[in-house]
């Protein structure tokens, strides 16, 4: 099973941006898709980016523009930079890791986003 590390979290004022940081233990270049999703207390976890084989991505309605997923598959990282950050981004980012699409993916511990004045 892959490890995945999430880093970058905080606390930021509305308006502003954070970048998010996912390691991976092992290769990720060759994967079904690699990316964020996230969970607010008390709703589902949903979707927010992800990188699909062959660099195909897929956003979330509510974070496109404003948000940005990037891989560095020599690092064996995915990144999602976040601008324009709203307080309902407020939530726990996961790393999400899926190897084969009739496989289960792996997930990171997560990482906290407070979007807060």
């Known amino acids: 099973q892959v490890q995945l590390v999430e880093s970058g979290g905080g606390l930021v004022q509305p308006g502003g941006s954070l970048r998010l940081s996912c390691a991976a233990s092992?290769?990720?270049?060759?994967?079904?898709?690699m990316g964020w999703y996230r969970q607010a207390p008390g709703k589902q976890r949903e979707l927010v980016a992800i990188?699909?084989?062959?660099?195909?991505?897929d956003y979330a309605d509510a974070i496109k523009g404003r948000f940005t997923i990037s891989i560095d598959n020599a690092k064996n990282t995915v990144y999602l930079q976040m601008n324009s950050l709203k307080p309902e981004d407020t939530a726990v980012y996961y790393c999400?890791?899926?190897?084969?699409?009739?496989?289960?993916?792996?997930w990171g511990r997560g990482t906290q986003v407070t979007v807060s004045s």
């Open positions: 999400s890791l899926k190897r084969e699409l009739y496989l289960a993916p792996d």
């Open positions: 092992e290769s990720i270049s060759s994967n079904y898709y």
């Open positions: 990188i699909k084989r062959g660099g195909i991505t």
